[in-house]
């Protein structure tokens, strides 16, 4: 897995007993294997609605990085994009907060976003 969050959840103890009870009978390594399996099940059973939902709103499923000279290339066409992520966005470090607002009409992001406090801050208004 390339990036990976960090996640924090209440559980009642007797879930969590009877998880713990799963990993001692060996049915799964650990808290988190159970953890990620039960995740993963739960969103296959709904990976047409995510794709529905995908197509629908432009979506980019994945990781998606934008860089200085992407977004020059951009504001050089006179243009702004519409970004919508289901995963990870990254602005990289090399573009000015002036850059990101000249360029980034509108943020959607189903997942994580990473980029300097002063590129979020300029975006913040735009990042739904």
């Known amino acids: ?3 990976i969050e960090k996640v924090s959840m209440n559980l009642s103890v007797v879930d969590l ?3 713990d009870l799963l990993v001692d009978q060996g ?7 159970f953890f990620r399996a039960a995740i993963r099940t ?3 059973g709904h990976d047409e609605a995510i794709k529905q939902a ?3 709103t432009s979506s980019v499923i994945g990781v998606i990085s934008f860089d200085r000279e992407h977004l ?5 066409n006179n243009e702004q994009v519409r ?4 995963g990870l966005l990254i602005l990289s470090n090399d573009i000015s907060p ?8 509108s943020l959607k992001v189903y997942g994580s976003l990473r980029a300097s406090a002063a590129v979020k801050e300029a975006l913040a208004e735009r990042i739904n």
């Open 83 to 86: 970004v919508v992520v289901v």
């Open 72 to 76: 020059e290339r951009i504001q050089r």
């Open 98 to 105: 002036e850059l990101a607002q000249a360029t980034i009409k």
């Open 17 to 19: 007993g009877q998880i």
């Open 1 to 3: 897995m390339a990036d």
């Open 42 to 44: 739960r969103l296959a």
């Open 54 to 56: 995908v197509v629908r």
């Open 27 to 33: 049915f799964y390594s650990s808290r988190t294997d």
